[in-house]
């Protein structure tokens, strides 16, 4: 069981646009800033939002992140197949005083 | 260019010890904070263990605690996670990586280690 809570699983067909939540409390997103990693089949994780919503050099506009509360969001338009991946949430939490991740959505571009 | 390169993976039986590496390349090695993150065959992924810029500080997850120690040797920018009374649930991929200006984001990952615990 994780700390921070994702959805399974999202799907949606090449083109569209698409969100993944990650819910937590205000232990860990409430005080604290999220980061985004994508991890594409049989690679290792790659660093795609950090700071609840900034960008790294090098990652498309096309994915976004947000805040609200003990909730973040990614989100990412125009969806197309190379999107097909595993997405996770991290922060830290303050009562635990761990690194904690969510447990992660598979995302399927139909 | 960024390299983070993991090396010391294996199997092992339960109750061994294993030493893991990370040489690492590219950036002032003492100027970030380092951590282990670990993901078992088909899971997600879990935070292991973190070591902070300047060695004086370190954090580890309640399931590694007393097993496991973090430690850096600065002369040769490489981390290492050395781990005791392995179990079986220690079985996974083991991916160094390196603090983003927070200690808790993480920008580069090591292609990873394989610890395998089984009898």
């Known amino acids: 069981q994780s700390v921070l809570t994702q959805p399974p699983s999202v799907s949606a067909a090449p083109g569209q646009n698409v969100t993944i939540s990650c819910s937590g409390s205000s232990s860990n997103i409430g005080n604290n800033f999220v980061s985004w990693y994508q991890q594409l089949p049989r690679t290792a994780p790659k660093f795609l939002i950090y700071d609840n919503n900034k960008r790294p050099s090098g990652i498309p506009d096309r994915f976004s992140g947000s805040k609200s509360g003990t909730s973040a969001t990614l989100g990412i338009t125009g969806l197309q197949t190379g999107d097909e991946a595993d997405y996770y949430c991290g922060t830290w939490d303050n009562s635990l005083t761990v690194v904690v991740f969510g447990g992660g959505t598979k995302l399927t571009v139909l | 260019e960024v390299q983070l390169l993991e090396s010391g993976g294996g199997l092992v039986q339960p109750g061994g010890s294993l030493r893991l590496s990370c040489a690492a390349s590219?950036?002032?090695?003492?100027?970030?904070?380092m951590s282990w993150v670990r993901q078992a065959p088909g899971k997600g992924l879990e935070w292991v263990s973190i070591?902070?810029?300047?060695?004086?500080?370190?954090y580890y997850s309640d399931s590694v605690k007393g097993r496991f120690t973090i430690s850096r040797d600065y002369s040769k920018n490489t981390v290492f996670l050395h781990m005791n009374s392995l179990r079986p649930g220690d079985t996974a991929l083991y991916y160094c990586?390196?603090?983003?200006?927070?200690?808790?984001?993480?920008?580069?990952w090591g292609q990873g280690a394989l610890v395998t615990v089984s009898s």
């Open positions: 070591s902070y810029s300047g060695g004086s500080s370190a």
């Open positions: 590219g950036f002032t090695f003492s100027t970030y904070a």
């Open positions: 990586a390196k603090s983003h200006r927070r200690s808790y984001s993480f920008d580069f």
